[in-house]
């Protein structure tokens, strides 16, 4: 099996930084596109950016200039950095991976647990 665990989230005023990463583990061949979602109280889970193997990504249009995201392939590992937060930015972040498992050769789709970002105004 393949497990994805998010850290770094947590309370920030607004204006502030966070550093969100992702561990991806398990029976893992290769991975290719990896992202980050996030869902508010109330509101449908939404894209916030995603990172293809080869680096290129995609930002949704109310994180871009304020969001990055980057991958280290060795370390099956995203990022997520997040700076000049708004309290909007509120919201359960979760880790996405598409996965190609070992022995398998097929991709399947993987959510880590989520990591609470909290911005206070």
């Known amino acids: 099996q393949v497990q994805l665990v998010e850290s770094g989230g947590g309370l920030v005023q607004a204006g502030g930084s966070l550093r969100l990463s992702c561990v991806a583990s398990?029976?893992?061949?290769?991975?290719?596109?990896m992202g980050w979602y996030r869902q508010a109280p109330g509101k449908q889970r939404e894209l916030v950016a995603r990172?293809?193997?080869?680096?290129?990504?995609n930002l949704a249009d109310s994180v871009k200039g304020r969001f990055t995201i980057s991958r280290d392939n060795a370390k099956n590992t995203v990022y997520l950095q997040m700076n000049s937060l708004k309290p909007e930015d509120t919201a359960v972040y979760y880790c996405?991976?598409?996965?190609?498992?070992?022995?398998?050769?097929?991709?399947?789709?993987?959510w880590g647990q989520g990591t609470q970002v909290t911005v206070s105004s």
């Open positions: 996405n991976a598409a996965v190609v498992r070992r022995y398998v050769y097929t991709e399947y789709n993987y």
């Open positions: 398990g029976s893992i061949l290769s991975i290719n596109d």
């Open positions: 990172i293809t193997s080869g680096g290129s990504t």
